[in-house]
Protein backbone atom coordinates (compact mmCIF):
# COMPACT_ATOMS: atom_id res chain seq x y z
CA UNK A 1 0.00 0.00 0.00
CA UNK A 2 1.34 3.34 -0.95
CA UNK A 3 2.43 5.45 2.10
CA UNK A 4 0.69 8.77 0.60
CA UNK A 5 -2.78 7.09 -0.09
CA UNK A 6 -3.69 7.23 3.64
CA UNK A 7 -3.66 10.94 3.73
CA UNK A 8 -5.70 10.98 0.67
CA UNK A 9 -8.83 9.98 2.61
CA UNK A 10 -9.45 12.59 4.46
CA UNK A 11 -8.43 15.62 1.20
CA UNK A 12 -10.72 13.59 -0.97
CA UNK A 13 -13.62 12.54 0.18
CA UNK A 14 -16.52 10.09 -2.07
CA UNK A 15 -19.53 11.53 -2.81
CA UNK A 16 -22.18 10.38 -0.40
CA UNK A 17 -24.04 7.78 -3.24
CA UNK A 18 -27.27 8.77 -0.30
CA UNK A 19 -27.21 12.13 -0.94
CA UNK A 20 -28.89 12.87 -4.57
CA UNK A 21 -29.03 16.71 -3.31
CA UNK A 22 -25.29 17.13 -2.99
CA UNK A 23 -24.90 15.63 -6.21
CA UNK A 24 -27.38 18.20 -7.91
CA UNK A 25 -25.58 20.51 -6.12
CA UNK A 26 -22.57 19.83 -7.33
CA UNK A 27 -24.33 19.30 -10.66
CA UNK A 28 -25.70 22.92 -10.63
CA UNK A 29 -22.30 24.49 -9.27
CA UNK A 30 -20.49 23.22 -12.72
CA UNK A 31 -23.10 24.01 -15.06
CA UNK A 32 -22.79 27.89 -13.00
CA UNK A 33 -19.16 27.94 -13.66
CA UNK A 34 -19.38 26.21 -17.00
CA UNK A 35 -21.68 29.53 -17.88
CA UNK A 36 -19.29 32.48 -15.96
CA UNK A 37 -16.42 30.63 -18.07
CA UNK A 38 -18.13 31.67 -21.14
CA UNK A 39 -19.45 35.02 -20.40
CA UNK A 40 -15.65 35.57 -19.05
CA UNK A 41 -14.62 35.03 -22.61
CA UNK A 42 -17.07 36.85 -24.96
CA UNK A 43 -16.26 39.73 -22.06
CA UNK A 44 -12.81 39.43 -22.88
CA UNK A 45 -13.96 39.40 -26.43
CA UNK A 46 -15.58 42.52 -26.57
CA UNK A 47 -13.36 44.67 -24.29
CA UNK A 48 -10.64 43.31 -26.91
CA UNK A 49 -13.14 44.54 -30.03
CA UNK A 50 -13.36 48.25 -28.17
CA UNK A 51 -9.21 48.32 -27.11
CA UNK A 52 -8.93 47.47 -30.93
CA UNK A 53 -10.78 50.50 -31.69
CA UNK A 54 -9.80 53.33 -29.03
CA UNK A 55 -7.04 54.49 -27.05
CA UNK A 56 -8.06 52.88 -24.02
CA UNK A 57 -6.62 50.24 -21.93
CA UNK A 58 -9.14 47.25 -20.96
CA UNK A 59 -9.54 48.59 -17.64
CA UNK A 60 -11.27 51.59 -19.08
CA UNK A 61 -12.83 49.75 -21.33
CA UNK A 62 -14.37 47.41 -18.71
CA UNK A 63 -16.04 50.70 -16.94
CA UNK A 64 -17.35 51.38 -20.08
CA UNK A 65 -19.03 48.48 -20.89
CA UNK A 66 -19.83 48.19 -17.09
CA UNK A 67 -21.56 51.33 -17.66
CA UNK A 68 -23.11 50.89 -20.58
CA UNK A 69 -24.65 47.93 -18.99
CA UNK A 70 -25.85 49.91 -15.76
CA UNK A 71 -27.18 52.88 -18.30
CA UNK A 72 -29.54 50.29 -20.52
CA UNK A 73 -30.20 47.93 -17.85
CA UNK A 74 -28.97 45.18 -20.14
CA UNK A 75 -26.71 42.22 -18.73
CA UNK A 76 -23.22 42.82 -19.30
CA UNK A 77 -22.91 39.31 -20.86
CA UNK A 78 -25.51 40.50 -23.06
CA UNK A 79 -23.76 43.91 -23.84
CA UNK A 80 -20.55 42.10 -24.50
CA UNK A 81 -21.83 39.84 -27.16
CA UNK A 82 -23.48 42.57 -28.97
CA UNK A 83 -20.02 44.57 -28.92
CA UNK A 84 -18.58 41.09 -30.03
CA UNK A 85 -21.22 41.11 -32.68
CA UNK A 86 -20.46 44.63 -33.87
CA UNK A 87 -16.76 44.08 -34.94
CA UNK A 88 -17.90 41.53 -37.04
CA UNK A 89 -20.75 42.61 -38.64
CA UNK A 90 -20.59 46.86 -38.61
CA UNK A 91 -24.05 46.97 -36.81
CA UNK A 92 -25.15 47.50 -33.26
CA UNK A 93 -28.65 47.99 -31.38
CA UNK A 94 -29.79 51.52 -31.41
CA UNK A 95 -29.21 51.79 -27.65
CA UNK A 96 -25.95 50.32 -26.79
CA UNK A 97 -24.76 52.02 -30.24
CA UNK A 98 -25.90 55.57 -28.56
CA UNK A 99 -24.92 54.74 -25.12
CA UNK A 100 -21.15 53.05 -25.85
CA UNK A 101 -20.40 56.19 -28.77
CA UNK A 102 -21.39 59.16 -25.42
CA UNK A 103 -18.65 57.28 -23.69
CA UNK A 104 -15.84 56.45 -26.40
CA UNK A 105 -16.57 59.96 -28.04
CA UNK A 106 -13.19 61.20 -28.94
CA UNK A 107 -11.03 58.23 -28.51
CA UNK A 108 -11.58 56.40 -31.22
CA UNK A 109 -8.32 55.77 -33.03
CA UNK A 110 -8.67 56.58 -36.42
Known amino acids: MDIHADGLS ?3 SEPNAGSPG ?4 LEAQVAQLERDMKADAVIDQAIGVVVA ?3 MTPAEVWDVLRE ?4 TNIK ?3 VA ?4 SWGRTGVLAADIREEIHRRLQGRIAW
Open 68 to 71: TSMC
Open 76 to 78: LRH
Open 10 to 12: DAV
Open 81 to 84: ELVV
Open 53 to 55: MTR
Open 22 to 25: QTDQ
